[in-house]
């Protein structure tokens, strides 16, 4: 009989953390650059105490650099696609839709790792779009403009962040020695560059416009970037892949609960079924390279936690 542990309750919680992010973003009230700038912004500080409580600072090459540049980059563009499809679809559709990272990173495990096609990953992706038309209509003519733009933002943000999970991977084997949180907090401050510059560029305001703004925006960068992290990076290696893919399946289940639980989201039973079967493909496509695992960093947080 399978054992529960500390680890799984560790897990559980990084899980139900990170699901509130897209409620944060909501609730800053702000330009999706600017609230993407925050995020990882405040999230360097609280990256930064934990690497300097665990001495995990440490200088890294010119290549391990370009890499962490290039990886900066794709996050900076993940987050602005993904608070852009928050503000038109609400935080749940928009992180179900982002979660299609997972079919990204196991097709590119499968075309340049080398690793065998699966049935059930075959199965997953028609099952993954009956799914997303049962939540969002099968006529895609009728959805309204901002509809569609919402959910093109998600899908690229899906395979944005698909770019950014392998470029941190690829740090990592770089940098052998190099902390995931080392990783993240060189990562994160780099994004928060590229978004300041887009804010400037763009002649945006980074003014936060009140102190429930401000909660919300620390709240994002504290437990979104960071504890929801550290939860579930700590706790993967201690649980069974399968096991451990399964409970991250709550982060995009219980976003889209928040969503109609505290924005009124209207739902219909048609649309509960279509969510089902997302979660039941995104699960069926969390296949397990073991090329994409000889990474250190943690696999599933990679395809599940935003």
Same mark, same amino acid.
């Given at each position: 009989m399978y054992q529960f542990n500390i680890a799984h309750i560790h897990i559980f919680a990084g899980a139900a953390i990170?699901?509130?992010?897209?409620?944060w973003v909501t609730w800053a009230g702000i330009e999706p650059t600017v609230s993407a700038f925050y995020r990882v912004f405040f999230g360097s500080f609280f990256l930064l105490l934990i690497c300097l409580r665990r001495r995990h600072i440490r200088r890294i090459n010119l290549a391990s650099s370009v890499v962490t540049a290039l990886c900066g980059l794709c996050f900076?563009?993940?987050?602005?696609?993904?608070?852009?499809?928050? !503000?038109?679809?609400?935080?749940? +559709?928009?992180? *179900?839709?982002?979660?299609?990272?997972?079919?990204v990173l196991t097709l590119v495990s499968i075309v340049f790792f080398h690793e065998k096609v699966r049935a059930r990953f075959i199965v997953s992706i028609p099952l993954a779009f009956l799914g997303l038309t049962l939540v969002v209509g099968f006529d895609w003519n009728a959805l309204s403009a901002d509809y569609k733009i919402g959910i093109i933002f998600a899908l690229a943000a899906a395979l944005l962040y698909a770019a950014f999970i392998l470029t941190l991977r690829k740090i990592q084997?770089?940098?052998a020695e190099t902390s995931f949180f080392y990783a993240l907090l060189l990562v994160s401050l780099l994004s928060s560059l590229f978004l300041g510059f887009q804010v400037?560029?763009?002649?945006?305001?980074?003014? !936060?416009?009140?102190?429930?703004? +401000?909660?919300? *925006?620390l709240a994002l960068a504290l437990f979104s970037?960071?504890?929801?992290w550290a939860l579930i990076s700590s706790s993967l290696p201690k649980i069974v892949p399968s096991i451990a893919g399964l409970i991250l399946l709550l982060q995009p289940a219980l976003a889209f609960v928040w969503d109609v639980v505290i924005f009124s989201r209207t739902t219909t039973m048609m649309n509960w079924m279509g969510v089902a079967l997302v979660l039941a493909a995104i699960y069926m496509g969390m296949s397990t390279p073991s090329q994409l695992n000889e990474a250190t960093i943690p696999e599933a947080s990679g395809r599940t936690a935003r």
């Open positions: 990170i699901s509130f992010s897209g409620i900076a563009a993940d987050l602005f696609c993904w608070h852009t499809s928050i !503000i038109y679809l609400g935080p749940g +559709l928009a992180t *179900l839709l982002a979660s299609f990272q997972v079919f084997l770089l940098e400037q560029a763009t002649h945006g305001s980074l003014a !936060i416009p009140s102190m429930f703004s +401000l909660l919300s *925006l970037q960071t504890i929801g």
